[in-house]
């Protein structure tokens, strides 16, 4: 898929060679070569959205969405939680061999390992009882301290309510839904509502990484017309693009920016970075925990 194949219209551009809803029934479209020499790079500062072939949307890309001093803050506030809870490499945060020791990048004085602590998640094999508080969160009273510390800090806080309002803004219809899940979750399992009244964010499910170059993969556990948000903060000064083989595009994701991509479908990952500490947080929202709050999840015809 070469650039001349990708059609402009201000601020989005359409892939007419994607089908979203082909590729999430039926598969089959090509992962293109990164180095191939026809990759559609989005390395500009400015807002832009991706489309299918049938105009729908299937990434946003903000860059600069933290400004300095909000992004110093969410770094030192990651790198505060991290040396709390002493984190390490393991498979606590992801499974598909992403926590796979060689992904990670070891530099002296910088932090590598991620921990996934999420308000409510099924164990795996166990979608028929009540999604609850990650491991994570729960393993001691250090790791709770400090998780929940993360989750309550001001600058927390305030990051949770502009994701909200962006993935309002993209999407309305899953942004409801969202809040739907939420209200059952928070009537129903007073271990997560408690989690949840000192957090805003909407998505159940967090990330956080560090110098982790996170392989080829896609969330599959996630809803499948469904978001997330990936936001990447530290130190680092070049490089750590997102690629996305399906459509051989690759986003600039240095500390500050964000991209919000439907990751069940799109298959990405995290390219070679330069220059420091390099720092992810991903939200996303699983399909499981939909289908406990019984909320119906947003069909492929209902988008515009």
Same mark, same amino acid.
């Given at each position: ?48 959205? #991706? ?145 949840? #009244? ?107």
């Amino acid at each position: 898929m070469g650039k001349d194949n990708v059609k402009k219209q201000n601020e989005i551009q359409i892939f007419p060679d994607f089908d979203f809803a082909r590729a999430l029934n039926h598969g089959g479209f090509p992962l293109h070569n990164r180095d191939a020499g026809n990759t559609i790079i989005w390395d500009e500062k400015k807002s832009r959205f #991706a489309k299918d072939a049938k105009g729908f949307k299937i990434v946003a890309h903000f860059p600069g969405f933290l400004r300095e001093q909000n992004l110093d803050d969410f770094t030192k506030l990651c790198l505060d939680t991290g040396e709390k809870i002493k984190i390490s490499i393991g498979s606590g945060a992801d499974k598909k061999g992403r926590d796979d020791p060689s992904s990670y990048i070891h530099n002296v004085g910088e932090t590598a390992g991620a921990v996934g602590f999420s308000h409510c998640q099924h164990a795996i094999g166990h979608t028929h009882e009540k999604p609850l508080p990650s491991r994570s969160i729960l393993s001691s009273c250090r790791d709770y301290d400090a998780l929940l510390g993360f989750m309550s800090a001001p600058q927390s806080k305030i990051l949770s309510q502009r994701l909200n309002g962006i993935l309002q803004e993209i999407d309305p219809e899953f942004f409801g839904g969202l809040q739907a899940v939420r209200s059952f979750i928070d009537r129903n399992i007073a271990s997560v509502a408690s989690l949840a #009244a000192n957090d805003p964010i909407l998505m159940e499910g967090r990330s956080l990484i560090f110098n982790r170059q996170t392989p080829l993969h896609n969330d599959s556990l996630d809803c499948p017309t469904g978001w997330q948000f990936i936001i990447a903060a530290g130190h680092f000064t070049s490089g750590g693009s997102l690629y996305i083989p399906h459509l051989d595009l690759s986003l600039r994701l240095l500390p500050g920016d964000l991209v919000a991509l439907r990751g069940r479908v799109l298959s990405h990952e995290i390219e070679p970075w330069s220059g420091g500490q390099r720092i992810s947080m991903v939200n996303f929202t699983h399909e499981s925990v939909w289908k406990y709050a019984k909320v119906p999840m947003p069909h492929l015809f209902s988008f515009k």
